[in-house]
């Protein structure tokens, strides 16, 4: 771990410390200026909870998950905790998928609802009676292939992550993470029983920049679990 983590503790980091170790209520919500010092906040937390807890998680096959805005920051933070497997340090993209990734038939359900989605929206512009003609154009061409990829999807085996969208070849894109992942976490019981589960500490890095889709459904989560879970933004 890097030196950063060795400072002495401000009044801040001390009363973080104690309600990390609480038996209540532990979410919590550290706002500060650019250059603070927050970051250092967060890998100290960290540090601590690795401390005080990091047994008990191992032990249980838990992670703490810490959530960043870039794959610079993932960087730096693994930097500064090491390759300690308790950690699991990841963009939201990424922290996303790997939650939703095993339900593989509610995937196939959403690609399904999706495309049924976007024929609707190219179908009305067809109906408009002032849409121009190459634009209806386009539209039914749009249909055809949505239609296409609608008898495609059925024979997908599996969903994977990849920069764009590809749902006839199972790439599921950045841009459909960011929509199925809040829409999994806030909707779904279970998602939520499992998410707190794997990952009883939650850590969002520039929470400010954070999909606000993403926030919320995180905080929703925080009402139904409010004990035994702890949800901490660190943000301007």
């Known amino acids: 771990m890097t030196s950063r983590i060795g400072k002495p503790n401000t009044d801040t980091d001390t009363a973080l410390h104690e309600r990390l170790a609480g038996d209540g209520n532990r979410h919590f919500v550290m706002v500060a200026g650019a250059g603070s010092g927050k970051t250092t906040s967060l890998v100290k937390a960290l540090a601590q909870i690795e401390r005080t807890q990091g047994l008990a998680l191992r032990r249980n096959g838990q992670q703490v998950a810490c959530i960043t805005y870039t794959e610079v920051a993932v960087e730096e933070i693994r930097g500064d905790v090491g390759n300690d497997e308790l950690f699991h340090v990841s963009t939201i993209h990424s922290f996303l998928w790997t939650v939703i990734k095993p339900f593989q038939n509610n995937l196939r359900e959403w690609v399904s609802n999706r ?32 239609n296409r990829q609608l008898t495609e999807i059925d024979a997908v085996k599996s969903f994977r992550y990849g920069t764009g969208s590809d749902y006839a070849n199972g790439v599921l894109g950045h841009s459909d993470i960011l929509k199925i992942g809040p829409e999994f976490i806030a909707g779904h019981a279970l998602m939520q029983t499992l998410l707190t589960r794997r990952f009883p500490v939650i850590f969002v890095d520039e929470s400010q920049d954070t999909d606000p889709a993403f926030v919320d459904a995180l905080r929703e989560v925080a009402r139904a679990v409010p004990l035994g879970f702890c949800l901490g933004f660190f943000g301007d």
């Open 115 to 146: 495309l049924q989605e976007k024929i609707a929206e190219e179908q009305e512009k067809i109906d408009k009676p002032r849409t121009r003609e190459a634009t209806k154009a386009r539209a039914a061409d749009n249909i055809e292939r949505y």
